[in-house]
């Protein structure tokens, strides 16, 4: 299977602990995003990577969160201090050049409670 | 502000014909997308739109118009698969050149 990976599917945390997730793209998409959906909601963006540049942050990102893609393959999203609102679906996708980013193919997402 | 909608359920019959509609709004528009995500799975792209028409790819049809801005997707000759949460998403200076901004969705159940 080449489609876009995401480690690990599920994860169950306590308040105040700091979590990890990764994800690995399709091997020759340069682009790849973070997004965090809730129940009933659509995806909402948190990252963008081209390569191995952080190129955007949504506003709404707090400081708790951190994004790295080194070397421009796989991706790490980091929260510390989790706090109970975190707890969502994290979602990792990647395309293929300038002119489809309208086009993104998501993985399976980690899902993260927060006790 | 940007915002989208689309209406948050829509039922229909096995073999008919449902459209989902979707209005946005947003300073700049390059352009919409649209998603379908089963139940616990990975939403999957169906669709774009940056000029105004319709544009086909088998049983799924999408369509925008611009100048209402307006879109709707189209399902045709309905499965029992096809019942999922169906996303426009829209694209503009707005959300960033590379981002893509969600609607809440439309939960799609397709009735035998």
């Known amino acids: 299977d080449t489609g876009v990976s995401q480690d690990p599917r599920h994860k169950i945390t306590k308040r105040g602990q700091n979590v990890t997730f990764r994800c690995d793209p399709i091997s020759e998409h340069n682009r790849l995003y973070w997004y965090r959906q809730t129940l009933g909601q659509g995806p909402e963006f948190l990252t963008y990577?081209?390569?191995?540049?952080?190129?955007?942050k949504s506003r709404l990102l707090s400081d708790r969160f951190s994004a790295e893609r080194p070397k421009g393959s796989f991706s790490t999203l980091e929260i510390q201090r989790t706090e109970q609102g975190d707890s969502a679906m994290y979602l990792c996708?990647?395309?293929?050049?300038?002119?489809?980013?309208?086009?993104?193919?998501f993985g399976p997402g980690t899902r993260l409670t927060v006790t | 502000g940007q915002s989208l909608e689309q209406p948050s359920e829509v039922t229909a019959v096995e073999g008919a014909i449902v459209q989902i509609n979707c209005t946005y709004q947003t300073s700049g528009f390059y352009g919409l997308s649209w998603y379908q995500q089963h139940d616990g799975g990975a939403p999957t792209f169906l669709s774009y739109?940056?000029?105004?028409g319709l544009e086909e790819t088998g049983r799924f049809s999408s369509f925008l118009s611009r100048s209402d801005s307006y879109g709707y997707l189209l399902l045709q000759e309905l499965q029992m698969k096809d019942s999922a949460s169906y996303f426009c998403?829209?694209?503009?200076?707005?959300?960033?050149?590379?981002?893509?901004?969600f609607g809440t969705g439309t939960r799609l159940t397709v009735i035998p």
């Open positions: 990577f081209q390569n191995e540049a952080q190129l955007e």
């Open positions: 998403a829209v694209s503009s200076p707005q959300t960033g050149a590379n981002n893509l901004f």
């Open positions: 996708a990647s395309s293929f050049g300038r002119t489809s980013s309208y086009e993104q193919y």
């Open positions: 739109n940056a000029l105004d």
